[in-house]
């Protein structure tokens, strides 16, 4: 089901539970990228979503990621000590706001796949992959921009 975006900032800053509720983590998900799919094709676009944004505080978001969504369950983001750069992010929780933000270049992050449930370990992105995740990551632990 497409989902209303959430704008409240008391809600955006409740850090996220983990989840592990097969059927829970299923309905999210599907409500994740349905949204994500229809707020894609409204500009500015969609790059990813976080639980939190679709009013549901659990430990889930899903990233546009060579062609695909990719959900990611319960994530650890583990930062490679390494450069950083600044750019402008958007969010579609702050409409018409635009924020430079500072991010690490690459991360390694680890979390839970979907729909088979294993474990991903130390997975590699760079770039604006790597600023996506970092976004979408602060958005579970109640930080926005």
Known sequence: MIRSIVTKKTTLALPSEEIHDQEKIEDIIVDLIETAKYRATIP??????????????????????????IPMINPVLETVKGPQGYAKEGCLSRPGIHTKKRRYKKIHVSYTNWPNGDPVEHEKYGNFTARVIQHEHDHLNGVFI
């Open 44 to 69: 500015p676009g969609c790059m990813g979503l976080a639980a939190n944004q679709i009013g549901e505080l659990y430990r889930i978001f899903i990233i546009w990621y060579a062609g695909e969504w």
